[in-house]
């Protein structure tokens, strides 16, 4: 397989993953990296890390952007590194780990991929140890990276990645908070707060967003999908939630987790 990294801005780089669409980063320091999310199990990370040797040979740090199994059961293949993340993410991760894994081991063999049921089966739950509650600043190799917790969205603990780039631009990582290619997953979110979550992201968005999954946008995309969320809650706020932007299966889970 090709290494697949898309630079995004100077030294900055974006893998984006048949499996499941899934984007994962990349900011390459003098003498050090950051990998943003593992992907699902250690097959898969094994796959991202000879990735990035062919970018860099520097030591990693580790973020993940938020507790689902697809950003980061593959976190134990990159250590001993730091993993770094919100607190609520390593709690949701320890509390939820085995939960997912068994949701999307059933998915799998269901749909008849038992070779990636296998690995998801076997894949550690390591959860982030650097634990961040609303913001933290990394030196990686010389270059400022922020690790930001906007408010909740995706999940109750989605951290949120600006990375310095040329001029007075920035790359921001923003995990599953935004979501290009397919409707927001409302599976574990918070509909009610989500559009002010991406409110503060569309105001300091400046320059590429990279999603949890789809293609690289920008703050005019941030800010059209979060007209989007607001459409979501007027909807069902009504009690027509066949008038909101997404489909009905999607509008059905957004409804249960109104509050
Ligand atoms: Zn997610």
Do not use: K
């Not at 919100?86 to 997912?100: H, K, N, S, Y």
């Not at 409707?183 to 300091?204: K, N």
């Not at 690289?216 to 059209?224: I, K």
């Not at 989007?228 to 008038?243: H, I, K, M, W």
């Amino acid at each position: 397989m090709s290494p697949g990294w898309q630079e995004v801005g100077a030294g900055i780089f974006v893998r984006r993953h048949a499996e499941l669409d899934l984007n994962c980063g990349l900011v390459v320091g003098d003498g050090a990296c950051l990998v943003v999310d593992t992907r699902s199990h250690l097959g898969e990370a094994a796959d991202l890390i000879a990735a990035v040797r062919t970018v860099t040979p520097h030591p990693w740090t580790v973020v993940n952007t938020h507790a689902h199994y697809d950003h980061c059961f593959g976190n134990a293949a990159f250590r001993p590194a730091a993993i770094w993340g919100l607190r609520g993410c390593a709690a949701d991760l320890a509390a939820t780990g085995e939960l997912q894994r068994a949701d999307v081991v059933r998915g799998l063999v269901d749909s008849g991929d038992q070779r990636t049921a296998d690995l998801v089966a076997c894949a550690p739950i390591d959860p982030p140890d650097s634990l961040v509650d609303d913001v933290a600043v990394l030196d990686v190799g010389g270059r400022e990276v922020t690790l930001l917790f906007l408010g909740r969205g995706h999940t109750g603990a989605d951290l949120v990645v600006e990375v310095e780039a040329e001029g007075d631009g920035t790359v921001v990582f923003a995990g599953d908070l935004v979501e290009e290619g397919a409707p927001p997953a409302f599976d574990d979110a918070f509909p009610v707060e989500w559009p002010a979550t991406l409110g503060r992201l569309h105001a300091l968005a400046r320059g590429p967003v990279v999603p949890g999954h789809g293609a690289v946008v920008d703050a005019a995309f941030v800010g059209a999908q979060r007209e989007e969320l607001l459409a979501v809650l007027a909807a069902l706020r009504s009690g027509r939630p066949e008038d909101g932007p997404y489909d009905a299966e999607t509008m059905a889970t957004a409804a249960a987790r109104l509050r």
